[in-house]
């Protein structure tokens, strides 16, 4: 938390930047943390985050889980709620309809959905919406003991969070983002980039 606090953002693993893994394991890990000597303490740790009722979970750096401190997520719900061009050109005719729904009803199981989606699986449209950061996301457990998604709108998942920070406007929470990783990328020698860039 004490690094969170300082840069604003977490990621779940990097090899440069601050990173759950790397820290659970004391230096960054190549490739997947689940088959490390510490898979098992990263694992209880990044749970802690997702329970953690000051850090959100997005894909935001770098396509990868990014964990956001509170202080950013006014920038961060105003970027996912925009629709700006980025984020809608180009996108699949499933990631639409399931965009769609969601606009509709707030929320949406990816196991009890009835959305037909074309020819696009649900994990698809699922992937598409994050990386563009237009929806949140979280793992749930089943009741047959298997997992899916819950997928919110930015509104909806800052009103079960209880969330009523101020509203910015969208250019001002990319530059917002913008300092943030371009501070990170000097001080650590990487290149992370935001998916608007």
Known sequence: ???LDRHGILLETDPKLPSV???VAGSPIRGSWWGHPKGHQI???REQLADSPDVVAAKLLSGKVTWVAKRLWPALISIGSAREPWQMQGLSAGAIELLDALSANGEVRTDTTT???GKMSIGDAVRELEKRILIHSESVHTQAGSHAKLIRTWARWAQNAGFKGRKM?????RKQFDEVVRRLNVEFKANARLPWR
């Not at 406007?169 to 929470?173: I, K, R, S, T, W």
Request: hydrophobic share 65%; aromatic share 6%; net charge positive.
């Open 43 to 45: 694992f209880r740790v």
């Open 169 to 173: 406007a969208p250019q001002q929470a």
């Open 1 to 3: 938390m004490r690094v």
């Open 115 to 117: 959305l037909s989606l």
């Open 21 to 23: 893994a790397a820290l």
